[in-house]
């Protein structure tokens, strides 16, 4: 256990389905990540969120919207996605130090296997 | 540009000694990660280095050099339950805040009996 839970584990939707994707972090983290993991590429970051705002959105199409509550919380929004959207949808968390370096030690959830039908 | 190479799959005995190489090229350089990532688990980290030279944590290594761009992971003793993807990652300063990480694709390492 890292500290970082996601649910759910599985998600299968069709195209015109809205669902969302959960994470919680129960280490006092003030930095939360989301990644996409698909076979043979990187690890693709998606939103990076430090003390409930965003500050980093990679291009990421507008059918994936992201929210965080608070500093434990982070949702991701899905509507309307296509069949290259299936993969591993990975949470992290980490602490950002005084000098706000993100990026340090990261701890990832289990991840939601995601596909799209 | 930003690029990250690294062995798509290596096999080793168990007991042995293995070392997973890490070429990289950014901007603005600032620390290089190691993750291991079991089969349909999450990656955990393993090491960071950012100076030059050899960082030891048991079993597990991690060696740095900035000038040639360059890292490994040395695994010691291999047991069975080291086989797993072990990811590299370079943390590029990117207009402040160290906002980019760089991922390679992952080293897929089998340990064999």
């Known amino acids: 256990e890292t500290g970082v839970t996601q649910t759910p584990r599985h998600l299968v939707m069709g195209m015109t389905n809205k669902k969302s994707l959960k994470c919680e972090q129960h280490l006092g983290h003030n930095a939360m990540y989301w990644y996409k993991q698909s076979a043979k590429k990187p690890l693709e970051l998606m939103f990076v969120?430090?003390?409930?705002?965003?500050?980093e959105n990679n291009s990421v199409p507008s059918r994936f919207s992201p929210e965080c509550p608070n500093s434990s919380h982070l949702f991701l929004h899905l509507h309307t996605l296509q069949p290259e959207d299936s993969a591993l949808y990975l949470c992290a968390s980490s602490q950002v130090g005084t000098s706000g370096g993100f990026y340090n030690e990261q701890f990832f959830g289990p991840g939601t296997r995601l596909t799209v039908l | 540009g930003q690029n990250i190479d690294q062995p798509t799959e290596m096999t080793a005995t168990e007991g042995a000694i293995v070392q997973i190489n890490c070429t990289y090229q950014t901007s603005g350089f600032n620390g290089l990660f190691w993750y291991q990532q079991h089969a349909g688990e999450a990656p955990t980290f393993l090491s960071y280095n950012v100076l030059d030279g050899l960082e030891e944590k048991g079993r597990f290594s991690s060696f740095l050099s900035r000038s040639k761009g360059y890292s490994y992971l040395l695994l010691k003793e291999l047991q069975m339950k080291d086989s797993a993807s072990y990811l590299c990652a370079v943390r590029d300063h990117n207009a402040g805040n160290n906002r980019k990480l760089i991922w390679g694709l992952g080293t897929s390492l089998a340990v064999n009996p």
């Open positions: 969120y430090s003390l409930e705002e965003r500050v």
